[in-house]
């Protein structure tokens, strides 16, 4: 009994650490368009834990001239909007980097203002030619932050390579969902007290 009740314990600590795994979230609305160059937007996490997932919603139109303003839902320019300058990427507060967007990444020409969720979830990588709306794949895996530390000032990088077709950026939202380490270690010990307490049962 003393065994199973050690087992229940962890097994309750288990769902304790599932429930502080709830997202982290961090929002950036600093409207900015690039043209031939580039830019950052930082997204503070208030938060410390390991992380286990992370998510971005970045909303941005790619035009050509002119850039559209940040009331702007379409573009203005109806000439070729060049999707391939268009290029995202996401550091972690120690400087780990995934990009989302490459240059090259998107190869068609029809502008618009679109909103994608970054998510390892996603069915589709995103690219191809056409820019739309949805939940992708970044080209990079968001994975590559598992494990590393959530708190702290996340940047969010974007640029439009060549000029005459601009990038406009909106806002960005980001989501990390981290396990606190005292719920870890916390987790570990009660196990290992159930398995020590299975041990010295099968013994007696």
Same mark, same amino acid.
């Given at each position: 009994?003393?065994?199973?009740? &050690?087992?229940? *314990?962890?097994?309750?600590l288990?769902?304790?650490?599932a *429930? =502080?795994?709830?997202?982290?979230?961090?929002?950036?609305?600093?409207? $900015?368009?690039?043209?031939? !160059?580039s830019?950052?937007?930082?997204?503070?996490?208030?938060g =410390?834990?390991?992380?286990?997932? /992370? !998510?971005?919603?970045?909303? &941005?139109?790619?035009c050509?001239?002119?850039?559209?303003?940040?009331? @702007?839902?379409t573009? +203005?320019?109806?000439?070729?909007? %060049?999707?391939? #300058?268009? %290029?995202f990427?996401?550091?972690s507060? !120690?400087g780990?980097?995934? @990009?989302? +967007?490459?240059t090259?990444t %998107?190869?068609?020409? =029809?502008?618009?203002?679109?909103?994608? @969720?970054?998510?390892?979830?996603? *069915?589709?990588?995103?690219?191809?030619?056409?820019?739309?709306?949805g939940?992708?794949?970044g080209?990079q895996?968001?994975?590559? %932050? !598992?494990?590393?530390?959530?708190?702290?000032?996340?940047?969010?990088?974007?640029?439009?390579? /060549?000029?005459?077709?601009?990038?406009?950026f909106?806002?960005?939202?980001?989501?990390?969902?981290?396990v606190? #380490?005292?719920?870890?270690? $916390?987790?570990?010990?009660?196990?290992?007290?159930?398995?020590?307490a299975?041990?010295?049962?099968?013994?007696?």
């Amino acid at each position: 009994m003393r065994a199973i009740r &050690f087992l229940a *314990a962890a097994a309750a600590l288990v769902g304790a650490v599932a *429930a =502080q795994a709830a997202p982290l979230v961090a929002t950036n609305n600093t409207f $900015g368009a690039f043209d031939a !160059n580039s830019g950052t937007r930082n997204l503070v996490i208030n938060g =410390q834990g390991t992380v286990t997932d /992370v !998510n971005i919603r970045i909303d &941005f139109a790619k035009c050509d001239d002119p850039a559209i303003g940040p009331s @702007d839902l379409t573009c +203005i320019g109806t000439g070729n909007a %060049f999707l391939s #300058e268009t %290029f995202f990427y996401l550091l972690s507060p !120690n400087g780990t980097r995934v @990009d989302l +967007i490459n240059t090259g990444t %998107f190869s068609g020409s =029809q502008g618009g203002r679109v909103q994608i @969720d970054f998510d390892d979830a996603a *069915a589709s990588v995103v690219g191809g030619s056409v820019m739309s709306s949805g939940s992708f794949r970044g080209v990079q895996s968001l994975a590559a %932050f !598992n494990g590393l530390n959530a708190g702290g000032t996340w940047v969010l990088g974007m640029g439009d390579s /060549v000029g005459r077709d601009p990038l406009s950026f909106f806002s960005a939202t980001l989501s990390v969902s981290a396990v606190s #380490e005292p719920a870890s270690l $916390g987790l570990v010990g009660l196990s290992l007290l159930g398995l020590g307490a299975v041990a010295r049962r099968r013994k007696a």
